[in-house]
């Protein structure tokens, strides 16, 4: 037993705000502590930086694609980027005989939380600044 106690949320929806309340609380601890961020100890971080790139990757791709020329291989290499981070849920998935619509409806919502962790993670940043600077006026 590690401590950690795991609680299924009852909707995607329930899920996805969990995942930006989390985020938001990781910022604030990094931004508070940032030894944290560079110890050795901090096996998450990593891979969040990869999925964030990712997830920006794909953001501006999507913006690429109506204002530029290179939009749509732009758009191809950072799906393909996705994709290639989320490989091995995936393949979990498909070992256990998942449909191919719940493969796609799973990468959607991977998707979803990489984008609710940019939100928490600029959110907590916000907040954390503003106490901050909220207790230097004090």
Known sequence: NNGVIHNFRSSIWKYLSQQEFFARQVMNSYI??????????????????????????????????????????????????????????????????????????SYFILLMRDMEWILGLFDGLIYTVYEKLRIVQK
């Open 32 to 105: 508070k502590y940032p030894e944290i961020f560079f110890s050795q100890s901090n096996y998450q971080k990593q891979s969040i930086v990869w999925e964030l790139v990712s997830i920006i990757l794909l953001l501006s791709s999507i913006l690429c694609l109506f204002f530029t020329s290179y939009g749509l291989p732009f758009f191809i290499f950072a799906l393909a980027y996705s994709l290639f981070l989320k490989a091995g849920i995936l393949k979990f998935f498909k070992s256990e005989n998942f449909s191919i619509a719940y493969l796609v409806f």
